[in-house]
């Protein structure tokens, strides 16, 4: 039971080089997230989706994109890669929820170690 | 606009002190709180959750009860082990779009044996 599987765990990138972060999941979860997290500093959301095809800015998403073809993969592509893009990325996803409290929490990969040189 | 406020850390303590990280928040609408944990090298993990006012949320020994009338959510264990040296994120979550969550800064903890 793989659960959210982040590729790669660790990368260096020059500034201006361009990678894509993947993320996998196996859980048929309709939510999926990223986040970053800075030293200190809680999880920032950068895009979320809720469902194939369907994705949304969140608190800090400039400099990245997203795409959600499947229900499993939820990519995070940067672009021109910027020092303060340095930072651990995470993935996340949760089931949709079908009560009238939120409380289906999120499921969350190990993390992808960037560092912009 | 909705957010969380943790204590400062790191809090280090020795094995089998009592434990407690103070959480509050501000919310437009009425969330659901969590406590999530991160240990090194990892990504988080539900700790603990609680939907409604005067819910106690308790796993592996921790606990936290939503307290609507202070808007708090403080963790607790009566005995921290070694093991239990990590992060600790609050968070809440809106019943809305996308059941975004809201992170705290997190909480160092250290348990000295």
Redesign the interface.
């Given at each position: 039971n793989a659960g959210v599987t982040q590729t790669p765990k660790f990368r260096i990138l020059k500034i201006g080089q361009s990678m894509t972060l993947q993320c996998t999941q196996d859980m048929n979860h309709n939510y999926m997230y990223w986040y970053r997290q800075d030293p200190g500093m809680g999880l920032k959301l950068i895009y979320y989706s809720v469902g194939a095809g369907i994705t949304d800015k969140g608190e800090v998403p400039n400099g990245y994109n997203v795409s959600r073809s499947t229900t499993e993969d939820f990519p995070l592509r940067l672009e021109l890669a910027a020092p303060s893009q340095t930072s651990v990325y995470f993935c996340a996803s949760s089931p949709q929820d079908r009560g009238p409290r939120s409380n289906q929490p999120q499921h969350f990969g190990d993390g992808t170690r960037l560092s912009i040189l | 606009g909705d957010s969380?406020t943790q204590m400062e850390g790191p809090v280090t303590l020795s094995e089998e002190a009592f434990l407690t990280i103070n959480c509050t928040y501000t919310a437009t609408g009425y969330?659901?709180l969590?406590w999530y944990v991160q240990y090194p090298?990892?990504?988080?993990?539900?700790l603990l959750?609680a939907?409604?006012a005067d819910d106690k949320g308790s796993n592996k020994g921790f606990e936290a009860t939503y307290r609507k009338e202070t808007t708090s959510f403080h963790l607790e264990k009566g005995s921290v082990q070694v093991s239990d040296s990590a992060v600790y994120?609050c968070a809440l979550?809106?019943?809305?779009?996308?059941?975004?969550?809201v992170?705290?800064?997190?909480t160092i903890l250290r348990v000295k044996s």
């Open positions: - | 969380v969330p659901s969590f090298g990892e990504g988080l993990q539900l959750k939907t409604k994120f979550s809106l019943m809305e779009y996308g059941n975004k969550l992170f705290g800064a997190g």
